[in-house]
C-alpha cells in the first residue's frame, strides 16, 4: 500500500493515464457532472473533502499548464485559484459547463459553496 500521496486507487489510476492537455474538472459537489469522462467522486458529506483540499492535492501530483474557473466565483475560492495561477482565465459559469463537457477527468469534491469549480489543463514535466 502507498504511504504518501494520493491514496484513492481511483484516483491515482485516472491521474497516471493523463497526458499533454487533457482536461481536469475539480468540482463542488452541485456542479452538474458531463457524460463521458471518467469521474472519481471524493465527496464524503456537505465540505468533506473540500475544494482546497482536494486541490492542494493534485497540484502536487500533475503539472498544470493552465486554469479556467467561473468568473462568478469570489472569495477564498477565487484567491486559492489566483494564488495558484497566476493566468487564470474566468469564464461565464454556463461557459465552463460547456467547456467541462471536454474532460478527459472529473473530480467531485464535498465543497458546498457555489462556483468552486475549475478546469485543469495538464502540462508535461519535462
Given at each position: 500500500?502507498?504511504?504518501?500521496?494520493?491514496?484513492?486507487?481511483?484516483?491515482?489510476?485516472?491521474?497516471?493515464?493523463?497526458?499533454h492537455g487533457d482536461g481536469v474538472l475539480?468540482?463542488?459537489?452541485?456542479?452538474?457532472?458531463?457524460?463521458?469522462?471518467?469521474?472519481?467522486?471524493?465527496?464524503?458529506?456537505?465540505?468533506?473533502?473540500?475544494?482546497?483540499?482536494?486541490?492542494?492535492?493534485?497540484?502536487?501530483?500533475l503539472v498544470v499548464e493552465g486554469a479556467?474557473?467561473?468568473?462568478?466565483?469570489?472569495?477564498?475560492?477565487?484567491?486559492?485559484?489566483?494564488?495558484?495561477?497566476?493566468?487564470?482565465?474566468?469564464?461565464?459559469?454556463?461557459?465552463l459547463k460547456e467547456l467541462s463537457a471536454?474532460?478527459?477527468?472529473?473530480?467531485?469534491?464535498?465543497?458546498?459553496?457555489?462556483?468552486?469549480?475549475?478546469?485543469?489543463?495538464?502540462?508535461?514535466?519535462?
Open positions: 500500500m502507498k504511504k504518501a500521496g494520493i491514496l484513492n486507487r481511483h484516483l491515482a489510476g485516472a491521474l497516471a493515464e493523463l497526458g475539480v468540482c463542488d459537489a452541485g456542479m452538474p457532472i458531463p457524460a463521458g469522462p471518467r469521474v472519481v467522486d471524493l465527496a464524503f458529506r456537505a465540505g468533506v473533502p473540500s475544494f482546497a483540499q482536494v486541490l492542494e492535492g493534485l497540484l502536487a501530483e479556467t474557473a467561473a468568473q462568478e466565483l469570489r472569495g477564498p475560492g477565487r484567491a486559492l485559484l489566483e494564488g495558484h495561477f497566476q493566468d487564470l482565465e474566468l469564464v461565464p459559469h454556463e461557459r471536454g474532460a478527459r477527468l472529473v473530480v467531485r469534491t464535498g465543497e458546498a459553496r457555489p462556483y468552486a469549480n475549475v478546469l485543469l489543463r495538464c502540462g508535461v514535466f519535462f
